[in-house]
């Protein structure tokens, strides 16, 4: 009852593996179609369950199989996708496998015993072009040239949404102020709506005529938005409630690059190749102010402030910034770093909530911060050292460079498939085929953001959404880990005085007379340096019990020094875990409402 199968190595050596497990006689055998018997098939990954005996193998045709060590027999076996599988493990139980893909940008768990997906995760196929904040700082919006709307979890980097309804690259993506809807714009010349409740397209806006849009802007009240026109230089304005198209601003003699709506009046300002930025009154629907010409002619990475006004737009600040965008070397380049970086520039820049910094990214490996007040340079951030990027190093190694150029960039190889080596750009070319996958991505930053509450910028770059946050607290505190955490051991740190210790330890217990007989015996002039101190997790925690105590205890002062000092270093994180920490504050003003109602009415 077994199926053998011999096969030669490359030297000629013969070998053979049995299969075994029928119990009756084996009538017919043969290769299942699609997989074993495609050409070109090749091993990818492997990962060794010692404990269960269990071999998991990864394929190049997007296929995993699981065997039972030593006999080799086939247990389960499935295709995740067409692509490559890169890397395959297994967890502790050997009941989840764990399977990514490079290729695809793709991460899978599943688990084998129920067929089932444990996870799976999906980045943007293609390079991401734009990001957004949600007003409450704890979501992020991405679109990508794979034509997807991508909602991130900035707290654990999980995608728990993706809308599909675009047929082009995502060119703009922005959030009403209510952070009920998203906005897009793309490419296919539609600016979509989609419902974040139902996780819908509810609205579809279009141009009169196809129109490739390049930006999306959103009104304040939500009423109106706005996008910019790439080969028609016009700038199309709809009703988001209706979908109908309102008005048409034309004036612009060159493809529109940015818009943006007035926060405090009906003005839009948008921005063009022309080298003109534009002042429009959406009532009157013509330009309400004069032009202002841009003296950008041989100023490459200048960065210029304009202060608007009624009567007069006046040029205040210029920030030169081609030194700092500091450029690297690509392998197609005939000149220096140097001399290049006479043609770089940035590409996106944004403000930061308060206006008193500008964070910049465009053609270079590095994040430029800058302090507006001062035109100065404050901190770089650069995006990656990966060397299997390209334009990442100073300069190109001499030892690749011969008379007919860098050899890295000749395929010398007698594969007729298609290699991973680069290949010369045609010109005029900014991005490689993707079904392709011939040349090295070149180190970029597409689009950068502050995020809401001013503490974390995000940035979308060839190496995906980095987000960088000046946030000192840890979420993961090492003391969880202790055994030694008792009753006990918290009135002990009571009696050596160390609140904070004591207070921790109370809080990981959760006995609720312990935390309140901890905090009682805390001094009130302590407690403001206990709360800067205290890790984000127990912040909350302890919110939660001033909250549900504050309305039953006699000290009512006390408990309002405890509540005053957590929303005063701790505001923005409970501001960017909001929805962790919703029922905490929640808790917290129903009491103080409550007890404001009592003593109101003595």
């Known amino acids: 009852m077994q199926v053998r199968i011999c096969g030669l190595t490359d030297s000629g050596k013969k070998i053979v593996s049995s299969f075994a497990g029928h119990c009756n006689p084996i009538v017919a055998c043969f290769f299942e179609s699609g997989s074993y018997d495609q050409k070109g098939v090749k091993l990818t990954s492997a990962f060794y369950h010692k404990k269960r005996r269990l071999l998991v193998s990864g394929h190049s045709n997007g296929s995993f199989l699981l065997h039972e060590m030593p006999d080799f027999n086939l247990i389960h076996s499935l295709n995740i996708s067409g692509y490559a ?162 008005e048409v601003l034309s004036g612009h003699e060159a493809p529109v690059s940015d818009v943006c709506f007035c926060p405090t009046e009906s003005a839009i300002a948008s921005c063009s190749w022309d080298k003109t930025l534009r002042i429009w009154d959406i009532a009157e629907g013509k330009s309400r102010r004069d032009v202002i010409q841009l003296n950008t002619e041989d100023r490459p990475g200048y960065v210029l402030f304009f202060m608007v006004s009624e009567w007069n737009n006046v040029q205040m600040n210029t920030i030169e910034g081609k030194f700092d965008l500091d450029p690297k070397r690509s392998d197609t380049d005939v000149i220096t770093a140097a001399k290049s970086a006479t043609s770089k520039s940035f590409t996106s820049i944004a403000f930061s909530p308060d206006g008193e910094c500008l964070l910049a990214g465009g053609q270079s490996p590095f994040l430029c911060l800058y302090s507006v007040e001062q035109q100065m340079l404050l901190k770089k951030f650069k995006i990656t050292c990966n060397r299997s990027l390209n334009a990442v190093d100073d300069d190109v190694d001499m030892r690749k460079m011969s008379e007919f150029g860098n050899i890295e960039l000749i395929d010398a190889s007698d594969d007729d498939e298609l290699t991973n080596k680069s290949a010369i750009k045609l010109p005029g070319v900014r991005k490689e085929d993707i079904g392709i996958r011939s040349a090295r991505p070149e180190v970029r930053i597409y689009s950068v953001q502050f995020s809401p509450t001013g503490t974390a910028l995000a940035a979308c770059t060839t190496e995906g959404l980095l987000i960088y946050s000046s946030n000192s607290q840890t979420l993961f505190d090492p003391y969880m880990l202790d055994s030694d955490v008792t009753p006990k051991a918290v009135y002990e740190k009571l009696d050596q005085q160390s609140f904070a210790e004591a207070l921790i330890m109370a809080l990981k217990l959760n006995l609720h007379e312990l935390i309140t007989m901890t905090v009682e015996r805390i001094p009130s002039n302590e407690i403001d340096a206990i709360c800067r101190a205290l890790p984000e997790i127990y912040a909350q925690k302890l919110l939660r019990f001033v909250g549900d105590t504050f309305g039953k205890t006699i000290h009512v002062e006390f408990y309002l020094l405890w509540t005053h000092s957590l929303c005063v270093h701790h505001a923005t994180n409970f501001k960017n875990m909001l929805k962790h920490s919703l029922p905490a504050i929640t808790a917290a003003q129903q009491s103080l409402n409550r007890r404001q109602l009592e003593l109101s009415r003595m």
């Open 85 to 246: 599988i890169d890397s395959v493990t297994m967890n502790s139980t050997g009941d989840w496998i764990g399977i990514a893909s490079a290729e695809l940008g793709q991460l899978v768990v599943w688990e084998w015993q129920s067929e089932t997906f444990a996870m799976k995760q999906q980045g943007h196929f293609n390079k991401m072009s734009c990001l957004a904040y949600s007003p409450d700082g704890a979501t992020i919006a991405t679109g990508g040239y794979d034509a997807k709307v991508k909602l991130w979890n900035i707290q654990d980097g999980i995608c728990f949404a993706t809308f599909t309804e675009h047929t082009d690259a995502v060119t703009g993506v922005t959030w009403t102020q209510s952070g009920k809807a998203i906005l897009s714009c793309s490419y296919d010349g539609t600016v979509r709506a989609f419902d974040l409740k139902r996780y819908r397209n509810f609205r579809t806006c279009v141009t009169p005529q196809p129109v490739q849009l390049s930006s999306v802007a959103v009104d304040v009240a939500g009423d109106l938005v706005c996008a910019s026109g790439q080969d028609t230089f016009d700038i199309f304005i709809w009703s988001v409630q209706t979908g109908r198209l309102l």
